[in-house]
């Protein structure tokens, strides 16, 4: 079966660019939604946005101005950027995937924690 | 700014039925919104109980169930049993391609 796995730093200074990869294995990237979800601790689930395998995106009105998602179909990966990190960027961040978009996600990935401090 | 709510918290007893629910701020829940329910528990990643207002995941049970109640959607677990204390998360399609979670609701099975 799919199955998501994110990569990159657990600790980030601020102002500085978090850049986070999926890996997608046992599956095909193609004709898939992916989707990155934060969550603070203790808090509750954030999206973040998606990326579809063509390149398209789209991203939560409130973070826009600082996320850039991106794919690689030969590596079966897809990535997260996020610029200007302040502590309240700290959280678990999910990848996930999406058949039909508005059927929310099917697959989730285990979350890389990300601490934003200097 | 669109707000998905959810209670806070809920109880329910070993056995019991309980309904959480899912709203909109400014709108009623319909179908097109295309209701979905996530469970979690503490440290672990959210699995997917519902799609599509009442579709279950793949290997729900099927005490679980999704439904539209009034102007909101809503999620029942019908004979709770301790491993449903969890938090539950839903999610709802804006159009647009735009997802919002709820806040969530912490269920407690006592």
């Known amino acids: 079966q799919v199955q998501l796995q994110e990569s990159g730093p657990g600790l980030v200074k601020p102002s500085e660019t978090l850049s986070l990869t999926c890996t997608v294995s046992?599956?095909?990237?193609?004709?898939?939604?992916w989707s990155w979800i934060r969550q603070p601790p203790g808090k509750g689930l954030e999206w973040i946005g998606y990326?579809?395998?063509?390149?398209?995106?789209k991203y939560n009105p409130s973070l826009k101005s600082r996320v850039t998602m991106s794919v690689d179909p030969s590596k079966n990966q897809f990535s997260l950027k996020l610029n200007s990190l302040t502590a309240a960027d700290t959280a678990v961040y999910y990848c996930?995937?999406?058949?039909?978009?508005?059927?929310?996600?099917?697959?989730w990935g285990q979350g890389t924690t990300v601490t934003v401090s200097s | 700014q669109t707000v998905v709510t959810q209670e806070p918290s809920f109880s329910v007893s070993p056995g019991g039925t309980v309904t959480l629910t899912c709203g909109l701020s400014?709108?009623?829940?319909?179908?097109?919104?295309?209701p979905s329910w996530y469970q979690q528990t503490p440290g672990q990643a959210p699995r997917t109980l519902i799609y599509?207002?009442?579709t279950r995941s793949s290997g729900v049970p099927d005490r679980f169930s999704g439904s539209i109640l009034g102007n909101k959607a809503a999620l029942t677990i019908t004979g709770a049993q301790a491993d449903d204390d969890s938090d539950y998360y839903c999610?709802?399609?804006?159009?647009?391609?735009?997802?919002?979670f709820g806040g969530g609701t912490k269920l407690t099975v006592l």
């Open positions: 996930a995937r999406s058949g039909y978009l508005y059927y929310g996600v099917d697959v």
């Open positions: 046992g599956g095909s990237i193609s004709s898939y939604y």
């Open positions: 990326v579809y395998y063509s390149g398209s995106t």
């Open positions: 400014s709108d009623s829940v319909s179908t097109s919104y295309y």
């Open positions: 599509s207002t009442n």
């Open positions: 999610v709802l399609y804006m159009g647009s391609g735009i997802l919002v």
